[in-house]
């Protein structure tokens, strides 16, 4: 029962890189069309995020959250149009 479920998985796992693939190499010719050219380090930027998320679904959310909580306590900047008297 264990190969049987071990290759399942690998097939599985294999199926969906081919799909990434593919939908990478469909978001290119659509970029090109449009008269984008994206460089290869942008494009293996975006699938090596995207195994990030895979792999730690959860930390996206996890840093949004303490990046919030850390942003409450930051004063918003002042307007460069303030008047210099309440500086």
Known sequence: ????????????????????????????????????????ASVYRALAEYEKRQRYPGAVEEAHADFAALADGVPEPRSANADPATR
């Open 1 to 40: 029962m264990t190969s049987w479920s071990g290759a399942l998985s690998a097939a599985m796992a294999e199926a969906e890189r081919e799909n990434i693939r593919e939908s990478t190499l469909e978001g290119l010719e659509t970029a090109a069309r449009k008269g984008k050219n994206p460089s290869v």
